[in-house]
């Protein structure tokens, strides 16, 4: 059983940067892809970036690229999200999830582990 931890979540104006992370634990870190996902106030929870078990390939949606940059250092069971040029419409709570798959997929129903979620606000 794998658990994820995030932090660094909080309050920050337009324009500006945070960066997430998630720790795991319980599981063999660098066998899982692994994602974040996020969840705005009154929609679904929706897709944003992945990794492969190696970092060697990443995947974001379009409205994040250019943006958020994942990465993922697996001597330290851990992945991150670098999210700059933060908007409004950015605000939400971040999850991680794992998936003990080779193959980055967007959808909710296939990754195996999430986390608690983490708040991200973008607000003047």
């Known amino acids: 059983q794998v658990q994820l931890v995030e932090s660094g979540g909080g309050l920050v104006q337009p324009g500006g940067s945070l960066r997430l992370s998630c720790a795991a634990s319980g599981g063999t870190f660098s066998n899982y892809v692994m994602a974040w996902f996020r969840q705005a106030p009154g929609k679904e929870r929706e897709f944003a970036a992945a990794i492969s078990w190696s970092g060697g390939t990443t995947y974001y949606t379009d409205s994040v690229k250019g943006r958020f940059t994942i990465s993922r250092d697996n001597a330290k069971n851990t992945v991150y999200l670098q999210m700059n040029s933060l908007k409004p419409e950015d605000t939400a709570v971040y999850y991680c999830?794992?998936?003990?798959?080779?193959?980055?997929?967007?959808?909710?129903?296939?990754?195996?582990?999430w986390g608690q979620g983490t708040q991200v606000t973008v607000s003047s």
């Open positions: 999830a794992a998936r003990a798959r080779v193959v980055i997929v967007t959808k909710i129903a296939l990754y195996d582990y």
